[in-house]
C-alpha cells in the first residue's frame, strides 16, 4: 500500500543522495589526499561504501526489472544495514581524530 511506495521513494531519493555524497567525497580525497579514491586514510571505508552503493545499486536493479516485492525488500534491508556499519566507520573515525587532536598539546 501506502507504505511501500513512501519506502520506495525514501529508498531511491537515498541512493540519489548516496551516489552525490560518493562523487563529492571523491572530490574531497583527491584535494586532501591526492587521490579521488582508495586514500590510506580512508581505505576501508571507501572499500566498504562501494559495498553499501551496490546493495544499492542492487536495489535500484530489483526495482525496475520488476523483481518480487520481497526480494527488493531484502536487498534494501540488507542496504541500510551496510549504510549503518558505513555510517558508525566514518564516526569512529572521526571521533578518533578529534580526540587525537584535543590530545596533542598546542
Do not use: C
Request: proline share 3%.
Amino acid at each position: 500500500g501506502d507504505g511501500l511506495w513512501i519506502a520506495t521513494v525514501s529508498i531511491v531519493v537515498k541512493t540519489a543522495l548516496l551516489y552525490t555524497i560518493m562523487v563529492t567525497g571523491a572530490i574531497w580525497e583527491k584535494v586532501v589526499f591526492g587521490q579521488y579514491l582508495l586514500a590510506p586514510a580512508f581505505f576501508w571505508e571507501d572499500v566498504f561504501s562501494f559495498f553499501v552503493i551496490a546493495l544499492h545499486t542492487a536495489y535500484l536493479w530489483a526495482l525496475f526489472s520488476g523483481q518480487p516485492i520481497e526480494t527488493q525488500l531484502w536487498i534494501a534491508l540488507a542496504a541500510y544495514g551496510a549504510y549503518v556499519i558505513n555510517a558508525a566507520q566514518f564516526l569512529l573515525k572521526l571521533r578518533a581524530a578529534r580526540l587525537d587532536a584535543q590530545a596533542v598539546p598546542a
